[in-house]
């Protein structure tokens, strides 16, 4: 009852606020008309094809050309006639006001609408998207998106930056936070739902950075070195799945070069394989400056130019004036931007501000975070934690009193009332800076524990620490590895003096627990040390909820690792990160037209282990893992059994799942594929997985069917993908490294 008089009490405050917010800057108003589109165009029955080539008809080339740039980043630009009218995101295409064609208003989108602080708008922090893969739950993807989208729309804008599923080649990749994990079937799965999620909110949705932008180090000018059949089957395979389950509406092509050609002019990537092969028919539009040339670019398949228009806009009309580019390609790229227009439904629902639900964010934000938790350790039952029998509980380190660190970079969403650990009013985000979000373990913690005293320490002294932690029932130690866009970790420790902190508290105490707040992967070399470790990631707007949920047992935990944490980077394909020289790093100075024509000077990364991502890179090289792929435990048991394998135009794989505790779980049950020997790929591959929910005792038959693509090779003479003839084994478990079913069957 209190809870819904709060939430019809905000409703009504915030539709106050954003009514003064339009009433006080008349530029806000202007922004919200909406030209009313009419022409025969507005037949919906027609396909969006049909539509689209309608408007192009009666469109000048000036207006033509006009769709296929941005003009200028209008979160950083002075508002000028072309940009007002937008919403003042990071990008904003003017569309043809005079045919009633609106301007398209992107914004950022990874984990939650990046900039409303700036513009006086809330908007929810979901869990990184890594978190969601660790969900393995494609209804919870699609809720991701679908409440980026409503958010988005929300505040104005109709094109989601979100969608991105780079594979974690590198595990120290800044970004691995704001991607699906290292396997090319469970990423593609969940952005294709995440993408069909944003797009139901009538907004354009846009899969991204296409492709193998692995590394954030030199990602402006390194040569990334593949084979086709290795790009097709690892990194291009999570698009591939993408694009042709999801239907995104957009393409974003990468900042880095592939095999010489930079991506966003890259014939291969932009009409062999994204537009021929996979048929997509909407449109490509470059990373933020990653746009090079103009005949090139155009000719290769680039749409539009973001977020400027230095190569998109007069050069272009001179190219198309001049002969140089034909008008049937320039009609191409607008014909793509229009129908992705129609088929996303930005022309037919018009943008409509209204007021974000906050409380219906927390919500989603907290679900998908307690699904995405990965339970890692737990000896003797240290969790969950029975408050009853808790008098003294020590919750340390990483500003666990006041909030959780969030992932940075273009991804960064804004935390209500700014930056935890900072003063009121001092909060604001900064590009690369760590960003807490006001959602307290402390509190969470002292919630569910009402009778016991609860005592912080900051964790900046591990004696202190440890001192506190020998005093308490259980010491709850927070560890975190911030990371962002535009750096890759040094390494895969946690930084400062967490490892100290963690040693010595466990060693005082025997009942500690671990949480760890991290995108990435970590080494622990203290890994026998605590009883309990868990893995939450960066957790959203209501994290320390989740976390708390899940440290009592309100929830049982059900994610499993979408990336594989090593032993150590001795370990990983490249040991060392290949790091930019100078002089490749960045521009100094302004840069003229003739500099980003050609890019900075190109360094080679050789991605020589090819198809050996992840798993299948340790599975290959007989390594051993810390926590494998897929693996993730809970505070009940699972038994498989009874596998069945029928081969048809899918390959039916049926087995029986219980569930052998007492308490009610989700089991994610993973289906992994050895091929025929001759096919020469790693010792497995996944090729199916599913999230299935048990009460205590039950049991249940599950089944997974695999597409053949899943099972095949990609291979580079017939340019397509292969079915190797001969025995295939299927393998069933609850991890990558825990398979205990096994059947054969042969393919032809
Ligand atoms: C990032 C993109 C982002 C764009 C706009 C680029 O630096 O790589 O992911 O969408 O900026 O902010």
Known sequence: MKHASLRAGFGIAAAIFVFFLCLANPANAQRHQQPTPTGPWMNASLSPDERADLVLKEMTLDEKIALLHGVGMPTEDPVTPENAPSN??????????????????????????????????????????VAAAASWDTDAAYDYGALIGRELRAQGFNMSLGGGVNITR???????????????????????RLIEGTQSANVIGDIKHYALNDQESGRNSVDITISKRAARESDLLAFEIGVLQGHPAAVMCSYNRVNGDFACEN?????????????????????????????????????????????????????????????????????????????????????????????AGF???????????????????????????????????????????????SAQVDPIGGNAIKQAGQGSTHWQEEIWFPTSPLKAIQARAPRATVKYDPGTDPAAAA?????????????????????????LSLAHNQHDVIAQVAAANTHTIVVLETGNPVTMPWVNAPAAILEAWFAGSDGANAVGN????????????????????????????????????????????????????????????????????????????????????????????????????????????????????SEI????????????????????????????????????????????????????????????????????????????????
């Open 550 to 665: 899940v440290l009592f047992g309100t929830v049982n935990p059900s994610g499993k690792l979408p990336n594989t944490f090593p032993k150590s980077e001795a370990d990983l394909p490249h040991p060392t990160l290949t790091l930019p020289p100078p002089e490749s790093a960045h521009f100094s100075g302004p840069v003229s037209i003739e500099q980003r024509e050609a890019g900075l000077p190109p360094f080679p990364v050789a991605y020589d282990e090819g198809v050996k991502v992840g798993y299948k890179w340790y599975d290959a090289e007989k390594k051993a893992v810390l926590f494998p792929f897929g693996f993730g435990l809970s505070y009940t048991s699972y038994k498989y059994s009874g596998l069945q394998v029928t081969p048809g135009e899918k390959v039916k794989v049926t087995f029986t799942l219980a569930n052998t505790g007492a308490r009610e779980g």
């Open 267 to 359: 014939k291969y990537l932009l009409t062999d394989v994204l537009k021929k092969s996979w048929k997509f028919p909407g449109f490509v539009l470059s990373d933020w400056g990653g746009t090079h040339s103009t005949e090139k670019a155009s000719a290769a398949g680039l749409d539009n130019e973001q977020p400027g228009h230095f190569f998109y806009s007069d050069r272009y009309k001179a190219a198309v004036e001049a002969g140089n580019i034909p008008t049937s390609e320039l009609e191409e790229h607008v014909h793509r931007i229009l129908r992705s227009m129609f088929a996303a439904g930005v022309i037919d629902h018009p943008r409509q501000r209204s007021v974000v639900d906050p409380f």
């Open 170 to 192: 590198d595990p120290r990749n800044g970004r691995t936070f704001e991607y699906l994990g290292e396997d090319p079937i469970l990423a593609g799965t969940l952005v294709a």
């Open 467 to 491: 001192a506190l932690a020998k005093t308490a029932d259980v010491a709850i130690v927070f560890a975190y590895q911030w990371a962002s866009e535009g750096m890759d970790l040094k390494s």
């Open 363 to 409: 919500e989603t934000a907290r679900k998908i975070e307690e699904g995405g938790i990965v339970l890692l350790k737990n000896e003797k039952a240290a969790l969950p934690l029975s408050a009853a029998k808790l008098r003294t509980i020590a919750v340390i380190g990483s500003h666990s009193d006041v909030g959780m660190i969030s992932g940075g970079g």
């Open 88 to 129: 003042r995101g990071v990008g904003y295409a003017v569309g043809v006001p005079r045919l009633g064609i609106p301007g398209i208003d992107m914004s950022d989108a990874a984990y939650g609408v990046r900039s409303s602080g700036v513009n006086g708008r809330y908007s929810t922090a979901l869990p990184a998207n």
């Open 669 to 748: 049950a993973e289906v992994y594929a050895a091929l025929p020997a001759v096919a020469q790929e790693p010792p497995k591959r996944l090729v199916g997985f599913t999230k299935v929910k048990l009460n205590p005792g039950e049991k249940r038959a599950v089944s997974v069917e695999v597409d053949l693509k899943y099972l095949s090779i990609f291979d580079e003479q017939k340019d397509d993908w292969s079915l190797v003839p001969g025995d295939y084994t299927i393998l069933v478990g609850g991890s990558s490294q825990d398979l205990p079913l096994k059947a054969s069957i042969n393919l032809k």
